[in-house]
């Protein structure tokens, strides 16, 4: 699977939105960016994730930008809850056969949500 | 649904003893997976299974853990003898299809003294 890079940590401001980067510049061409997060003292959390397209649900978007080497995590209005370790992770989609589907978390970046 | 279930929360055993975590997937779910979580190692995939069947046991640390699922509703991971480098938060987790998200459980606070 291909490595990814986030930055350690970032904070955002109560109300606003959290852009949260990630670069995966070596990914194939057949795996799909999946976004986790983990609130302190939890199991990790699903967010999100995609292959190509901007994807939207009721917890966050996701923008991969066309070459696919980076994408970003937006919570739009972040609140003191969303304070949390998140994870950029790559991994091979059902498509490319075989039985490889693990999902290896790397550090993540600790966003905290200030007041 | 009540999600992935574990148990115990907790646990402090001796060094030597046998340990035995639990989970309960949620109903429906195909694919189950035993993840470890340190401070020094992060989040580790021990184990996952397909229906099942163990698809990948290359993350299991030494013949000292076990992973069994007998049937669709139950998974057990083993440690036998328990050391204190043992000691760890043990999560499971579940999906539906490989390319779903997972869902985790509230994890198994392990502590070996």
């Known amino acids: 699977d291909a490595k990814t890079t986030q930055p350690p940590s970032m904070d955002c401001a109560e109300g606003r939105a959290a852009n949260l980067p990630c670069n995966h510049s070596t990914i194939s061409g057949n795996e799909y960016v999946y976004w986790y997060r983990q609130i302190h003292s939890q199991g990790p959390q699903y967010i999100i994730h995609g292959l190509k397209n901007n994807e939207t649900n009721e917890m966050a978007s996701l923008i991969i930008t066309e070459d696919r080497k980076s994408s970003t995590l937006i919570l739009p209005h972040a609140t003191l809850r969303d304070t949390a370790v998140y994870y950029c992770i790559v991994r091979v989609g059902w498509e490319s056969g075989g039985s490889n589907y693990k999902l290896t978390f790397g550090k993540g970046t600790l966003l905290t949500v200030n007041p | 649904d009540a999600g992935v279930i574990q148990s115990p929360r907790h646990e402090v055993t001796e060094m030597g003893q046998e340990v035995t975590l639990r989970c309960k997937p949620i109903s429906g779910h195909d694919y189950l997976f035993w993840y470890r979580q340190t401070m020094m190692r992060g989040l580790e995939l021990l184990i996952y299974?397909?229906?099942?069947?163990?698809?990948?046991d290359s993350g299991m640390p030494e013949d000292r853990f076990s992973a069994k699922m007998p049937n669709a509703s139950f998974s057990t991971l083993k440690i036998q003898p328990s050391e204190p480098r043992d000691s760890a938060v043990y999560f499971c987790a579940s999906s539906l299809r490989e390319i779903d998200g997972y869902t985790f459980g509230s994890g198994t606070r392990l502590t070996v003294v």
């Open positions: 299974f397909n229906n099942n069947v163990p698809i990948d």
